[in-house]
């Protein structure tokens, strides 16, 4: 496992991974977001790979679909900025634009994705100022795109995760979330989080510069 610290966050805007981020677990967030502790394992090295393949920032046109790479988002109405793998836009009397996220793995239990892909919705309507109804989701492991459909429901979900992002921000809280299997096991950085004790509210940052205390005392 790889530790860093994180630079400072932004006062002014989130970036839209950290919805991600959030959706999948609130004190992930706060780690990683107002802790500024991060950790690679295989996954996230996998992940970022993943990115890396399309965020050559080339654009191209294919059957009266222009697509352009690692397009910048910002919207100031909800204090969020990005980057889109993809962005289509389609020709046609709709002339609809469609934001694409690729993914490792498959899809999953929670919504995580398609908050982080709404979220890039948002941005892009507020800088074109056009309403974007669905966009894609693609899955490495399976090779395949999976349709979300932007509805009220999604819309809703996305922008409460936006408001509940800078509440945290603002009280500089790191929330404690009881243990759970399947999540606790895929997050990188299990180890700094220490899931089994978080019940006693201690900071994960606190538990980090202890343990490194420690081993520079040991080692010396």
Known sequence: MTVSRQSEV?????PISALQHYVFCPRQFALIHIERLWAENRLTAEGQLLH?????????RRRGVNTSTSVPLRCTTLRIHGVADVVEFHDGKTQSVVPVEYKRGKPKRHQADEVQLCAQALCLESMLNKRIDSGILYYAENRRRSEVNFDDKLRTLTEKAIHECWALIDNLKTPTIPYDTKRCKAC????????HTTGKARSAQSWFWEQLTYTDATSS
């Open 10 to 14: 932004q006062t002014d805007s989130l």
């Open 52 to 60: 890396q393949r399309s965020d050559s920032g080339k654009k191209s």
């Open 188 to 195: 990188s950085l299990k180890e700094l989080c220490q899931p």
